[in-house]
């Protein structure tokens, strides 16, 4: 019996054994047999049972790269997968620097112009001069093949201490000159200007939260410290946000010691929290915080802490409702995952993420064109919060979540001057080719100002409205006398501001453009009248369904409001 029973317990693991065998054999021999396994397998076993089976050869790899796009569009809205590709320039536009020959280049029509020369880069040690035109890129011709002016960018960009050989028509040359030039590093500036307003106001364009705004910003707040500046405008309108550690540490320069700042909670990450440290050197300044619906992630944790603290004025529209946190997740073919992990809340505790559903980014993708329908770039009481997602600043200010930051003073988008032939000539390009094409013509005259104030008194002299509407005739836009006469005002402040930034830069650039600016008037007026801060300001509670906001009415938008009310009994 005990031998019996031995001989059993053999044969059975013989049978185990030869029966694991026979099944590794038939897994690698013979994958038509393989059972299809619900769970992290069955995409991997799918794939190996087509390319083993299918009745066509197919590519396996685009096939895995289709699956895996498919599967992260089922997440949220911001969730993306980066394919191997594009990698290396998916975070370009945020690092401190880049490789390139350090130029700022434009499209005028299909021409490629050479607007101007960064200092120190190989474009300035070859030569290169503004309004050069680039008609060759290495052995490619780029002129006359309407090719984007992103895949150009793409041509010039590269690695470091690479060569690129660029044929360059100067003037009315016949003959091109080639220039090779090395690649270096290109410093890439994420304040675009600072400046003062007047004797004791500085303003601050931040365009987006990259690694290096934080070093740029305390250098743009020391400059006008030193020029007399005690107030600031901080201008986060169409900044789409950037890295939420810069934010923070901008942020932390504005506010006392133990504030708290932002906190992330996701499902597999626990609560953490950023608080003020104490150490900022603008404290106590006069603080004014502009944002509308392109100001985004980074720009809401910056405006919606410097709101839950009462630490200053929010002016401008209700920002885009980004409040989910990302990082990025490498996979094992050097292909990235960039996947939601957390959401982030204000210090009232409210996450400023609009609605969304899983699996449909299209729909989100329309969220700003719904708001413009309904009439909320245009008027306040067209905003809908969510009462049951109201919170209370420091102060006891009601505020909400679950859909952006609504600012304290709202400013409707100014619809003053514009007309159907002001719309013709935007967006086909016209006016801003019109300035290319100015400056380039008249590039000694418009060099030789010391100043972007004098070149503006001269250009105040031209009749460049008139001009605008002959080189526009040229074009095919019919002239439309009434309506260039309503929209005048409007084309040559923007005529005068494209022209200047060819030879000033953002400095001349930006001083011009919001000359008559709403929002950076409303600014001005908030810091004059000592009404910057929520507590003292006298400013309405936005708990009254945000009837009670301050707004800004323009006698363009009269009419339109008509129309849009109209729009919106329609719209169900």
Same mark, same amino acid.
């Given at each position: ?25 038939? !897994? ?8 299809? !396994? ?8 799918? +794939? ?8 066509? #050869? ?64 190989? #474009? ?19 002129? &006359? ?7 150009? %960018? !793409? ?50 364009? %931040? ?20 020029? &007399? ?11 789409? &946000? &950037? ?23 996701? =499902?597999?990450?626990?609560? #953490? ?37 009462? !630490?200053?004025?929010?002016?401008? =529209? ?9 990082? *990025? ?130 250009? *105040?002299?031209?009749? +460049? ?7 526009? #005739? ?9 309506? %260039? ?45 000592? *009404? ?41």
């Amino acid at each position: 019996m005990n031998r019996r029973f031995i001989w059993v317990i053999l044969l059975i693991i013989i049978s185990l054994i030869l029966g694991f065998h026979v099944g590794r054999y038939y !897994r690698i021999m013979r994958p038509q047999y393989k059972i299809l !396994r619900l769970g992290q397998n069955k995409i991997n076993e799918t +794939l190996d049972v087509i390319s083993q089976n299918y009745v066509d #050869a197919v590519d396996i790899n685009h096939l895995s790269e289709s699956a895996v796009k498919k599967i992260v569009s089922e997440l949220d809205p911001h969730s993306s997968y980066i394919p191997v590709s594009d990698t290396e320039s998916a975070y370009e536009d945020l690092e401190a620097s880049f490789s390139g020959i350090g130029i700022r280049l434009d499209m005028q029509f299909d021409t490629i112009l050479v607007i101007s020369v960064i200092s120190g880069g190989s #474009a300035e040690k070859a030569g290169l001069m503004p309004f050069d035109r680039i008609i060759m890129v290495d052995d490619s011709t780029v002129a &006359g093949r309407n090719i984007g002016k992103t895949k150009i %960018i !793409r041509m010039l960009r590269g690695p470091k201490n690479s060569k690129v050989r660029l044929g360059i028509q100067r003037g009315n040359a016949d003959e091109l000159t080639e220039f090779e030039l090395t690649r270096g590093d290109i410093p890439n500036y994420s304040i675009d200007v600072s400046y003062k307003v007047n004797d004791d106001i500085g303003y601050i364009k %931040i365009s987006k939260f990259s690694r290096s705004t934080y070093r740029e910003f305390l250098t743009a707040i020391a400059k006008l410290k030193q020029e &007399g500046v005690e107030s600031f405008i901080i201008d986060l309108r169409n900044n789409p &946000g &950037g890295y939420m550690e810069t934010a923070i540490n901008i942020i932390n320069e504005f506010l006392p010691k133990g504030r708290l700042i932002v906190y992330m909670e996701g =499902r597999a990450y626990p609560r #953490a929290e950023s608080y003020s440290n104490g150490k900022g050197a603008c404290q106590d300044v006069p603080l004014v915080v502009l944002i509308d619906e392109l100001s985004g992630s980074a720009s809401e944790i910056f405006s919606g802490a410097i709101q839950d603290n009462d !630490r200053g004025t929010i002016i401008g =529209r209700r920002s885009y409702g980004k409040g989910l946190v990302q990082t *990025k997740l490498d996979l094992s073919d050097k292909s990235e995952l960039l996947l939601t992990i957390a959401r982030y809340y204000t210090p009232s505790g409210r996450c400023i993420q609009k609605e969304y559903e899983l699996g449909k980014s299209e729909e989100y993708s329309h969220d700003l064109d719904n708001r413009y329908m309904h009439g909320e770039f245009y008027f306040a009481d067209s905003i809908k919060m969510n009462d049951s997602l109201e919170f209370k600043t420091s102060g006891g200010r009601t505020v909400y979540g679950g859909g952006g930051i609504m600012p304290d003073i709202f400013i409707p988008s100014d619809t003053t001057g514009i007309t159907s032939y002001y719309s013709s000539i935007i967006n086909t390009g016209i006016l801003y080719h019109f300035s290319l094409n100015y400056s380039d013509k008249n590039y000694d005259k418009l060099n030789s100002f010391g100043n972007y104030k004098e070149l503006y008194d001269y250009l *105040k002299q031209q009749s +460049l409205v008139d001009e605008l509407a002959d080189f526009a #005739a040229s074009k095919g836009i019919k002239k439309r006398p009434t309506l %260039i006469a309503l929209s005048k005002d409007l084309m040559e402040t923007q005529v005068l501001a494209f022209i200047i930034r060819n030879f000033f830069d953002h400095e001349g650039f930006y001083p011009i453009l919001l000359k008559d600016d709403p929002a950076m008037n409303k600014a001005i007026g908030v810091i004059n009248e000592g *009404k910057w801060k929520p507590e003292i300001s006298g400013l309405s509670d936005t708990s009254q369904k945000n009837e009670s906001l301050y707004s800004v009415e323009f006698p363009g938008n009269i009419l339109r409001k008509n129309f849009m009310q109209k729009v919106c009994r329609n719209d169900k």
